[in-house]
């Protein structure tokens, strides 16, 4: 089954910086939606930011100011999201998800990548 392949996780202090990278091999469509989410211990899985191919990107308020989410675009395989002034808060596992706002069973997932960041 296609799936996404996220890469760029990892331990960093608070203050720090990541950037995290979703690999997508195939063409997205303009119906399609990209967005990374994450899921902390505990709590439900999510969305932190998405975007479309020709929108504008939209991100949860606890990350906005502080994460950017690429423009998606298909002449590039990975898709990033850059994350910056990291709080122990922004602890998790962050997942990259493609999904299609018309064709039902259009969904993929990555299997995920850890983010953890010590005060």
């Known amino acids: 089954q296609v799936q996404l392949v996220e890469s760029g996780g990892g331990s960093v202090q608070a203050g720090g910086s990541l950037t995290l990278s979703c690999d997508v091999p195939f063409v997205i469509l303009e119906s399609d939606v990209f967005g990374w989410y994450r899921e902390a211990p505990g709590k439900q899985r999510e969305l932190v930011a998405a975007?479309?191919?020709?929108?504008?990107?939209?991100y949860a308020d606890a990350v906005k100011g502080r994460f950017r989410i690429s423009r998606i675009k298909n002449d590039a395989r990975t898709e990033d999201l850059k994350m910056n002034r990291l709080t122990p808060e922004d602890t998790a596992m962050y997942y990259c998800?493609?999904?299609?706002?018309?064709?039902?069973?259009?969904?993929?997932w990555g299997q995920g990548t850890q983010v953890t960041v010590s005060s």
């Open positions: 998800n493609l999904r299609s706002t018309i064709l039902s069973g259009r969904n993929f």
């Open positions: 975007i479309t191919l020709d929108g504008s990107p939209t």
